[in-house]
């Protein structure tokens, strides 16, 4: 059984930075590409940043440029590290998997909620101004 567990979200300060993580237990995570989405008070969830196997990455428009995904498939880990945060970043943050493409088969990192499939319960972030 997948499970996604998220860490390391908190408050911060307009301009900083914060790094969230997800670990994967139950599989092995090199097997999946991996994403965070991000879901605001009173709306629907956003993609943020998708990572695939090959370390293929995509990003959401409003965080390009300030947000970097990474996998560590040793320690069965993916982070989101973000910079120059905003208060409008403030949102409960998710991590999500979906199976990684078949060998020799290119699969682009996916920016759509329903093409994952492994949900962690999320992390909040909040950024003050």
């Known amino acids: 059984q997948v499970v996604l567990e998220e860490s390391g979200g908190g408050l911060v300060q307009a301009g900083g930075s914060l790094t969230v993580d997800c670990r994967m237990t139950?599989?092995?995570?090199?097997?999946?590409?991996m994403a965070w989405f991000l879901q605001a008070p009173g709306k629907e969830r956003e993609f943020v940043a998708a990572v695939t196997w090959a370390s293929n990455t995509n990003f959401g428009n409003s965080v390009r440029g300030r947000f970097t995904i990474s996998r560590d498939n040793r320690k069965n880990t993916v982070a989101l590290q973000m910079t120059s945060l905003k208060p409008e970043d403030t949102a409960v943050y998710y991590c999500?998997?979906?199976?990684?493409?078949?060998?020799?088969?290119?699969?682009?990192?996916?920016?759509?909620?329903?093409?994952?499939?492994?949900w962690g319960q999320g992390t909040q972030v909040t950024v003050s101004s």
């Open positions: 999500a998997a979906r199976g990684s493409s078949p060998a020799g088969i290119w699969q682009p990192p996916s920016p759509s909620e329903s093409d994952y499939y492994h």
């Open positions: 139950g599989d092995i995570i090199n097997n999946y590409d």
